[in-house]
């Protein structure tokens, strides 16, 4: 309680800046509202793709991949397109190790998933350890970590990478996507707590929906009873 108290006092007396334009006050913390409003959410996309949150020029259901190969996953919940001033925080998370990026990257992902079904855990998608040592974190397992305090939800660390890939181009993609399913697995230690249970896959940016679908399979296939995205970006197609 104390600490509670010592702690907005502090935030009154040295208010933390706009991460973006780097005006500070009290009234607000790490974005000022001008800023908020120009952040490009996807919620103001005229159409999406119900399944893949894919922007879209029409008023489709789904996209032409999600029509033609529905994910195993059942829908996303995702805050923004991917371009700028998004990507910069994320970069300056992600590759410059600035939490408080994160952290407010991972307030404003809980805000657009309140509303979202709430799912039993949420489950970061896994890096591979080499890569986790290298950046020092796995930036999907403290935004799960960030988000699940925010709406009290567990975080579970179900899946692993245990493959490292060091490039993956030159090859076909279906070699690709069979690189990439085969270096995913369940922790066996989580293998019973995800039983029948409801999942949010939380991801920090998606691109071609291949790990997302990949993950997802995996997780239902171990007896997850369903599997939702909730994801900061979404990458337009192009
Ligand atoms: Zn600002
Ligand atoms: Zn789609």
């Known amino acids: 309680m104390l600490r509670l108290t010592l702690t ?11 991460l973006m334009c780097g005006l500070a006050s009290a009234d607000f913390q790490l974005l000022c509202p001008e800023c908020d409003a120009a952040l490009p959410r996807l919620n103001r996309e005229p159409f999406l793709c119900r ?31 991917y371009e700028h001033p998004l990507d910069h925080l994320i970069h300056q998370f992600k590759y410059r190790r600035q939490l408080s990026s994160g952290k407010l990257l991972a ?24 890569k986790r040592w290298q950046r020092g974190f796995n930036q999907s397992e403290l935004m799960a970590y960030w988000v ?14 245990e493959h490292y890939h060091h490039s993956q181009k030159g090859l076909s993609r279906a070699q690709r996507l069979k690189n990439l399913r085969q270096s995913f697995s369940i922790k066996p230690a989580n293998s019973l707590t995800i039983q029948a249970a409801k999942i949010a896959l939380i991801d920090d940016v998606v691109t ?6 990949t993950l997802s399979e995996l997780l239902l296939k171990a007896g997850a009873k369903q599997v939702d995205i909730w994801a900061l970006a979404r990458t337009p197609d192009h």
């Open 208 to 213: 071609t929906t291949a790990t997302a679908r």
């Open 107 to 130: 307030r404003l992902l809980a805000e657009t998933c309140r509303h979202s079904e709430r799912p039993d855990f949420l489950v970061p998608v896994p890096i591979h350890w080499r």
């Open 8 to 18: 907005n006092l502090l935030n009154h007396l040295l208010p933390a800046p706009c």
């Open 148 to 161: 699940g305090k925010h709406l009290e939800i567990p975080v579970l660390s179900a899946c692993r990478q």
């Open 51 to 81: 399944c893949c949150a894919l922007p879209l020029t029409s008023d489709a259901a789904l996209c032409g991949k999600c029509l033609q190969k529905p994910p195993a996953f059942r829908q996303s919940s995702i805050a923004f397109r």
